[in-house]
């Protein structure tokens, strides 16, 4: 079998069968990869900007539906609540990120005081941006009056056991921060995309680098068509293989019938040789032997008249017994 395979025709061949594979596979990987290609993807729900208040509410922890959701507030920022939280990576680079304590307006808790209930502003953790040290932070100017935003709302971080740093705290965790700013705060953060107070844009300028904050990638539904056709192309580049085997098997058949009668035509050519077509030693000899049994009947005829000649001879069918 294997000597057939190594004939030029079948190695040809199976060069041939393999480029017509390539060409099967490839066309399998392209369909597999547009099975979760169907067309330009759609804007995230959580990329339309919402109001904050309608998203959260105070004292409620963070939905993960509502995670990500790019929303809006307007309120102040507190003076006295910049903190820095430490180990904040930005393209690669170790550093810090600003952060401070915006009061949400139309958000309140009630807090018990010696005559009553009050109402107090609620705060939000916003983070302004990115600064590679401390020192950098410090030449960052504070923002004061009325202000708005728009951000991605984001879950608090939990609290990491660190040695404290003035000014400076591990995690971004409003559990801690409530004890820090001693206001109620959001369970979430905000990090900023724009920030606006009084009317004018307040862009990040240097050493404050903007923290950008990719919504999270959507699953796109499987085409289980494209992956049908995906796994039709692969079992076509194997039949191509078994196409090929079976036409070499059917040549080495072929070869060993072709063997099989060589060696029947090459044994019957003695007996041909000694005798003509058709014919046998066997009943040549049983007539000899028969020729020779039985004498010609011109032979018997002259035995007899020579023994009537003789005398005192008597004819076989004259004698008989005496009386």
């Known amino acids: 079998m294997l000597k057939t395979a190594l004939k030029p025709r079948w190695i040809l061949t199976l060069i041939l069968v393999m480029a017509l594979a390539a060409v099967f596979v490839l066309l399998s990987q392209w369909q597999f990869s547009n099975s979760r290609q169907q067309g330009p993807e759609a804007p995230a729900a959580t990329e339309t900007v919402r109001p904050l208040t309608g998203v959260i509410t105070p004292g409620s922890p963070l939905r993960g539906t509502a995670a990500d959701q790019m929303v809006s507030a307007e309120g102040q920022f507190l003076p006295g609540t910049r903190l820095l939280v430490r180990e904040r990576l930005q393209d690669g680079r170790e550093g810090l990120w600003l952060i401070s304590a915006f009061a949400v307006d139309g958000a309140a808790a009630s807090t018990a005081e010696a005559g009553g209930e009050a109402q107090e502003p609620v705060v939000?953790?916003?983070?302004?941006?990115?600064?590679?040290?401390?020192?950098?932070?410090?030449?960052?100017?504070?923002?004061?009056?009325?202000?708005?935003?728009?951000?991605r709302l984001l879950p608090a971080e939990g609290p990491v056991a660190a040695d404290p740093v003035e000014g400076q705290v591990a995690a971004l965790a409003t559990a801690e921060l409530v004890n820090v700013w001693d206001r109620p705060s959001y369970a979430a953060f905000i990090a900023s995309a724009t920030i606006t107070v009084d009317g004018e844009a307040v862009p990040a300028a240097a050493p404050l680098e903007a923290v950008e904050v990719a919504p999270q990638p959507q699953e796109r539904?499987?085409?289980?068509?494209?992956?049908?056709?995906?796994?039709?192309?692969?079992?076509?580049?194997?039949?191509?293989?078994?196409?090929?085997w079976r036409l070499v098997a059917d040549d080495y058949r072929r070869s060993l019938e072709d063997d099989e009668d060589g060696v029947g035509d090459q044994g019957e050519a003695p007996a041909a040789a000694g005798t003509p077509a058709?014919?046998?030693?066997?009943?040549?000899?049983?007539?000899?032997?028969?020729?020779?049994?039985?004498?010609?009947?011109?032979?018997?005829a002259e035995a007899d008249d020579d023994g009537a000649a003789r005398p005192g001879a008597t004819h076989p069918t004259e004698a008989g017994p005496r009386e």
């Open 124 to 151: 939000i953790p916003v983070v302004h941006g990115w600064v590679p040290d401390a020192d950098a932070a410090a030449r960052v100017p504070e923002l004061a009056g009325p202000a708005a935003l728009t951000g």
């Open 221 to 244: 539904p499987v085409n289980w068509l494209n992956i049908f056709y995906a796994v039709e192309w692969v079992v076509f580049a194997g039949f191509a293989f078994f196409l090929w």
């Open 278 to 300: 058709g014919t046998s030693g066997t009943r040549h000899d049983i007539d000899h032997d028969t020729a020779s049994d039985e004498p010609p009947a011109a032979a018997r």
